[in-house]
Structure formats: C-alpha cells, structure tokens
C-alpha cells in the first residue's frame, strides 16, 4: 500500500541521473531512498550530496523503493527496466525506451501486465515553450523540426537519431495521430561509427508529413520546430523557450507571441508527472507506448538511411 511519499531510487548517477538526483530532492511527495552506479566514486558523491543510500546492488535498491528512475547508458536500458518491473516497482526510464523495438515492446507488455506505471523521458513534452503552445496544435499536416548539437561523446552509444532525433518525434507523434506509410532518409556516420547527421521525411496514413533534420557534429546549437496547419502556423524556440504563432484573421495576418513561464523546469515537471501518475493512479504524459511509438519510426528511419549507406561508399557503415 502506497503512502504520500513515494520511494524512489535512481540507477545510474552520471550526467542525467545527477539531474534527477537534485530534483528527487526537491519536489514534493517523494522519498529519495538512494542511488546504485557502477561507477563506486560516482555513486558515493552523489549519495554523499543528497544524504542517501549507497546501494550494493541494482537488487538491493529496487527492494527498498516503490518506483526506480533508470539513468544508465541506453544499451543497459532493457535489462534494468526488465529487473525493476519484475520486482513489481514503477518505472520511469530515461529515452530512448530502449535500444530496439523488440526490447521496448517486451518493457511495454510487462508494465501493462503487472498494472505498473512506465513514463519514458522524453523531457522536452515539458519545455515551456511546447507547453504554451500545446493547446494551440490541432490536427497539423506538416512539422519541420531541426536539432543541431556540438560534439559531445555521451550518447554516441547510439545513433543520432535514437539519441536525439527521437525527441523531435516523440513530440510530433504527440499531435499526429496516424500509422506512418513511408519514410524517406539519409545520414552519415562522421565522427563516430555510427550515424550523426541525418535528415528524414515521414508520410502518415492521414498525408500529414514530418520533415526532421539532426546533427550532433555542429559548432552551433540549434533547437527548433515549426507546426503548419489548417488555421495558423506556429513556431517553436526549444532553446531560447519562445513560441509565437501567425493567425489569419479577417483580412490581417497577426503574429501572437506566446505567454512561456521560462521559469519552469522541464525535467522536475517530468518527474512530477511521474510521481503524480503514481499518486492519482492514472498514465504519465509520456507513456511506455508513447515511447514505443517513437522508437518504432526511430527504426524506419535508420532502416532507410542503412538501404543508403550500403550503396554508398561510407569508410563507417553505421
Ligand atoms: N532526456 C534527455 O534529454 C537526456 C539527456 C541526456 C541523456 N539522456 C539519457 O540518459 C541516459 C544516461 O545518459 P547520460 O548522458 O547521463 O550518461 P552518463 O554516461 O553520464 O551516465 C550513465 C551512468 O550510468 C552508469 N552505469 C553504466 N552502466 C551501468 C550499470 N550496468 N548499472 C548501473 N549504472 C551503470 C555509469 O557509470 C554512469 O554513471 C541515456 O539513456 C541517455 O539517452 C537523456
């Protein structure tokens, strides 16, 4: 039986998992009970800083929690999230779900099985600037998205588009309801051996289209999403968090910009929507499906870049 506070540990305290360590201490109605890394130095440091538990092991964690947020390197994903939902704890793991679609269905079945919550951290459902724009998106029939990122090793486990394409996706899912029915991509490994930089088109069943283009070997940051629908046109900064949208009405054309609370944070949101999901037994706003559905197009997307590299004469395949 859960009381108000919800245990929670996290496994894997690197760069994310710190995050999520601060904002365990922050937000209301959680009990941050502790942390496991493999990394010992890492774990006690973080441990140290929030004065909590140092666990031996992943099993001795998950006992004394009722929820686990997962933060390990994505290729670990499938099996904590196996091991956690087994032992019947709720889940919250960062994105991608999974490294495939096999792994992320199997994540999906069992929280659906054993009734337990799943939330996938796909964080940027919670930037503010998405926020205010969010009751403005009906039924859109294209959306542009651009992600371009500076070099950095964390992530590259994967490839570009499964570590930072699929944030771009998972929000233009959110707003387009149909089965994807064709998918046109290039990309190309440059610094790493997999791919870096990609552009994809993505045709739906209802002839929306989504039009995505990322890199993580830019000298610049770029984070933008531009929505194209039957009454109004709407602009999305991720980075500077500004939103603005051009609406015909009568005979003027009038630019609205957009009321973002900047003071918002996008990642104590999330986990507040994660513990809240718990607390009102109700799904979280980014579903173990909604992350499914993202990783699946995720690997549409990456099947049609390989068809292309394979033709080409790439020195790293991908
Ligand atoms: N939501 C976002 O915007 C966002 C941003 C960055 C990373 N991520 C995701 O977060 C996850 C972690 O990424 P990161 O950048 O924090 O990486 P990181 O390398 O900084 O941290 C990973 C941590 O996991 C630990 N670890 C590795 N194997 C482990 C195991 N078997 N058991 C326990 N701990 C283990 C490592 O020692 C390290 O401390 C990845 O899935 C990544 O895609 C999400």
Redesign the pocket.
């Known amino acids: 039986m859960l009381t108000d506070k919800i245990r929670v540990g996290i496994?894997?305290?690197?760069?994310?998992?710190?995050?999520h360590a601060r904002i365990l201490s922050e937000i209301k109605n959680v009990h941050f009970v502790g942390v496991?890394?493999?990394?010992l130095e890492?774990?006690n440091k973080i441990a140290s800083i929030y004065k909590v538990k140092a666990f031996d092991s992943?099993e001795e964690l998950i006992d004394n929690v009722d929820a686990v947020i997962?933060?390990?390197?994505?290729k670990?994903?499938h099996?904590?999230a196996i091991k956690v939902l087994n032992n019947n704890k709720h889940l919250f793991?960062?994105?991608?779900i999974s490294e495939t679609v096999e792994q992320g269905e199997e994540i999906v079945n069992l929280a659906r099985q054993k009734n337990l919550k799943l939330m996938v951290?796909?964080?940027?459902r919670f930037n503010p600037a998405v926020l205010a724009s969010e009751k403005f998106i009906k039924e859109p029939f294209y959306i542009e998205t651009l992600r371009i990122a500076p070099f950095n090793p964390?992530?590259t486990?994967?490839d570009v588009i499964?570590?930072l394409m699929i944030?771009d996706l998972d929000i233009a899912l959110n707003y387009i309801k149909s089965e994807p029915i064709f998918v046109h991509a290039v990309g190309i490994p440059v610094l790493t051996d997999k791919i870096d930089i990609a552009s994809a088109r993505v045709e739906f069943k209802n002839c929306a289209v989504i039009n995505l283009t990322v890199s993580r070997v830019s000298l610049k940051k770029v984070r933008e999403i531009r929505i194209f629908q039957a009454d109004r046109y709407i602009s999305i900064n991720l980075l500077s968090k500004e939103s603005y949208m051009i609406v015909k009405e009568e005979d003027a054309i009038l630019p609205y910009f957009l009321d973002v609370d900047e003071n918002l944070e996008p990642?104590k949101l999330?986990v507040q929507d994660f513990i809240n999901s718990i607390l009102e037994d109700r799904k979280p706003k980014v579903s173990g499906e909604d992350g499914l559905r993202a990783l699946k197009v995720a690997h549409l997307i990456i099947e049609d870049i390989q068809k292309r590299i394979e033709k080409i004469n790439v020195p790293n395949k991908g």
């Open positions: 496994i894997g305290v690197g760069y994310l998992g710190s995050l496991y890394d493999i990394d890492r774990k992943e997962c933060a390990v390197p994505t670990h994903h099996r904590v793991i960062e994105k991608p951290g796909h964080v940027e964390r992530g486990d994967v499964k570590d944030h990642l999330e």
